[in-house]
């Protein structure tokens, strides 16, 4: 998809507009034992920053109960993706994503909902790629629950069980000092926004959607008039509705330099930089 949008919009971004973009070849390679991921051909971190990007973003198919060897793929894909990011000094924007094993579904490469995907593996997910050795500056994650089936913020018995699963997500990126935003996952702007209400009341940082604002305009395509029609109604609508709830309820991040107050020696600073 780079070899169209960047193109299309690198002119067009402002200077102070940061640019997020992807390495991760959609077309992962699919075994029984779970998705194995993959960069663009002759694509890199390298290259992603000569291009002018302020970030790298990886989407990584991962589930904790894959086979050991898929598991191993996965991990050492990210670890050599976030090491480069340091490397080059430019931001590691991590997007994570449950998927169904192929036996169980149609194989695609789009995000779908699937019966077997539960809160434990998207959390369990979120807890393995804090460690530090991934080098991640920003998660991108998933709703832990289905967006269809989130209550109302009402403080009812289940507004409030739904709740603790988005906090325990919250607690895994606090307590590892990341920030992190939500996807949208191609719900209704009407499904996400309740979602990012979960999201903020447990600490969440932003939003990072795209379906969710876009889609419903597609829809015209290959009318372009009617898709800017509809972009700048529903899909305008959508966001500035999410733009004054981030602006509400979303928790500002700070870096945490609390560390340097221990550095008291020359050269201190340089021998432990991460």
Not at 14 to 37: C, N, P, Q, W
Not at 115 to 132: A, G, N
């Amino acid at each position: 998809m780079h070899c169209y949008a960047l193109p299309a919009a690198i002119d067009k971004i402002s200077a102070s507009t940061g640019l997020i973009v992807t390495i991760e070849d959609h077309r992962f390679k699919e075994t029984f034992g779970g998705r194995l991921s993959h960069s663009i051909e002759n694509w890199s971190v390298e290259k992603i920053k000569r291009a002018g990007a302020d970030a790298v973003k990886a989407l990584v198919w991962y589930r904790p109960d894959a086979d050991a060897e898929v598991i191993s793929h996965q991990k050492n894909y990210v670890e050599t993706i976030g090491r480069e990011c340091h490397h080059l000094d430019i931001a590691f924007v991590l997007e994570l994503l449950v998927y169904p094993f192929s036996l169980n579904t149609d194989i695609t490469s789009d995000y779908v909902k699937f019966p077997e995907k539960l809160p434990e593996l998207v959390l369990q997910s979120v807890s393995e790629f804090t460690h530090p050795r991934f080098g991640v500056d920003l998660l991108k994650l998933e709703s832990p629950l289905f967006a269809s089936s989130l209550p109302e913020c009402d403080g009812s018995l289940s507004h409030l069980k739904a709740q603790t699963v988005f906090n325990e997500m919250g607690r895994l990126c606090s307590a590892a000092n990341i920030p992190w935003v939500m996807l949208s996952a191609g719900v209704s702007s009407e499904q996400f926004y309740r979602v990012m209400e979960y999201a903020y009341a447990a600490g969440a940082n932003g939003f990072l959607a795209g379906r969710s604002i876009w889609w419903d305009a597609m829809q015209h395509f290959p009318s372009l008039e009617k898709c800017a029609e509809q972009l700048q109604e529903q899909g305008g609508t959508a966001f500035r509705g999410l733009d004054e709830l981030t602006s509400r309820a979303a928790s500002a991040w700070h870096a945490d330099y609390s560390s340097l107050k221990n550095i008291n020696v020359e050269g201190q600073f340089c021998a432990t930089y991460l």
